[in-house]
């Protein structure tokens, strides 16, 4: 059972059933910054928003951080009300709008905050902790890591490997098709999956191989829909080759995949909310069960307890 609402505006409701077995609570999906490539603030984003990458998953007693663009500053102010927090934090890659709200995580500068960060090391073979480190040297921002006073742990990640979180969580990651190399996420808990599919361009003549691991049946698959078939495809401007794909292709591979619930994700910088909206339209005419990503947007899956 998948239930979706927002933040500040009410999408959709479907009832709670209520049944005589113990309900587990939910798994839940929270997104926090939405937009790809660079944060773009202003009146013609404010209804789908314009935070770069970060997505919040909890489940049974585990958080879950995907990517550290602008939304993981937002996050890490409601987190300061919780603390101490603990967290893993998964990055796709170090693309600066995946990694620049890092810096300004207010929760890693607090002694007693506990966070795992894990990443599948880049091409030149770096790790992330040399990777957050370096982008918080001089001359390019004042203070360094080492300056974060909480417990803060680094993993290098095999491409394919699978991460037991404790509760029954499970985290994999498939290698997927963006320059300099990049992975995505499954999250797996209770016979709940939820795919995060971002930063990749999708293959001329078949599905990616690793976009369909992580996306196969699951209840919710967040993609990369950067931009229109049209866009990518353009005769003079197109996009082929700068690693990111089309809602079309969302479609696509949602319905081979028999997606449950899919959400349209890494909205380009230059769409503003009329064109998200109209987005929207076209890709519910072809898979009804899409959104479009929005700060904000929550959605709770529950365990199919019957
Ligand atoms: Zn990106
Ligand atoms: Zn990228």
């Given at each position: 059972?998948?239930?979706?609402?927002?933040?500040?505006?009410?999408?959709?409701?479907?009832?709670?059933?209520?049944?005589?077995?113990?309900?587990?609570?939910?798994?839940?999906?929270?997104f926090w910054g939405v937009r790809?490539?660079?944060?773009?603030?202003?009146?013609?984003?404010?209804?789908?928003?314009?935070?770069?990458?970060?997505?919040?998953?909890?489940?049974?007693?585990?958080?879950?951080?995907?990517?550290?663009?602008?939304?993981?500053?937002?996050?890490?102010?409601?987190?300061?009300?919780?603390?101490?927090?603990?967290?893993?934090?998964?990055?796709?890659?170090?693309?600066?709008?995946?990694?620049?709200?890092?810096?300004?995580?207010?929760?890693?500068?607090?002694?007693?905050?506990?966070?795992?960060?894990?990443?599948?090391?880049?091409?030149?073979?770096?790790?992330?902790?040399?990777?957050?480190?370096?982008?918080?040297?001089?001359?390019?921002?004042?203070?360094?890591?080492?300056?974060?006073?909480?417990?803060?742990?680094?993993?290098?990640?095999?491409?394919?490997?699978?991460?037991?979180?404790?509760?029954?969580?499970?985290?994999?990651?498939?290698?997927?098709?963006?320059?300099?190399?990049?992975?995505?996420?499954?999250?797996?808990?209770?016979?709940?999956?939820?795919?995060?599919?971002?930063?990749?361009?999708?293959?001329?003549?078949?599905?990616?191989?690793?976009?369909?691991?992580?996306?196969?049946?699951?209840?919710?698959?967040?993609?990369?829909a950067t931009y229109t078939d049209?866009?990518?495809?353009?005769?003079?401007?197109?996009?082929?080759?700068?690693?990111?794909?089309?809602?079309?292709?969302?479609?696509?591979?949602?319905?081979?995949?028999?997606?449950?619930?899919?959400?349209?994700?890494?909205?380009?910088?230059?769409?503003?909310?009329?064109?998200?909206?109209?987005?929207?339209?076209?890709?519910?005419?072809?898979?009804?069960?899409?959104?479009?990503?929005?700060?904000?947007?929550?959605?709770?899956?529950?365990?199919?307890?019957?």
């Amino acid at each position: 059972m998948i239930d979706i609402t927002s933040q500040e505006c009410f999408l959709w409701h479907t009832t709670i059933k209520i049944c005589d077995m113990p309900m587990f609570n939910p798994l839940t999906i929270r997104f926090w910054g939405v937009r790809g490539s660079i944060p773009c603030p202003g009146s013609h984003t404010v209804r789908y928003g314009g935070n770069t990458p970060c997505v919040e998953i909890q489940a049974n007693g585990q958080r879950i951080i995907f990517d550290g663009g602008t939304g993981l500053r937002v996050l890490g102010e409601h987190l300061m009300s919780q603390q101490p927090v603990a967290a893993h934090l998964f990055f796709t890659h170090t693309h600066w709008d995946h990694i620049q709200g890092f810096p300004f995580f207010q929760p890693a500068f607090v002694p007693g905050n506990q966070f795992h960060i894990y990443a599948v090391p880049g091409k030149n073979g770096q790790g992330i902790e040399r990777r957050l480190n370096d982008q918080m040297l001089h001359p390019n921002f004042p203070v360094p890591l080492q300056i974060m006073g909480g417990d803060l742990r680094f993993y290098d990640l095999e491409a394919g490997e699978q991460v037991h979180l404790g509760g029954g969580v499970v985290v994999s990651n498939e290698a997927l098709n963006h320059p300099g190399g990049g992975v995505g996420y499954r999250v797996s808990w209770q016979g709940i999956h939820v795919a995060y599919i971002t930063d990749t361009e999708h293959l001329p003549d078949q599905l990616h191989p690793g976009a369909f691991v992580l996306a196969d049946r699951a209840d919710v698959m967040i993609y990369d829909a950067t931009y229109t078939d049209e866009e990518y495809h353009h005769p003079r401007q197109s996009k082929v080759g700068w690693g990111h794909s089309t809602w079309q292709e969302a479609v696509k591979l949602a319905q081979a995949a028999q997606v449950k619930q899919l959400i349209l994700f890494h909205h380009d910088p230059s769409h503003d909310d009329d064109f998200l909206d109209r987005i929207g339209e076209l890709a519910r005419a072809q898979f009804p069960q899409t959104l479009l990503a929005r700060e904000g947007l929550m959605i709770s899956v529950y365990p199919n307890v019957m």
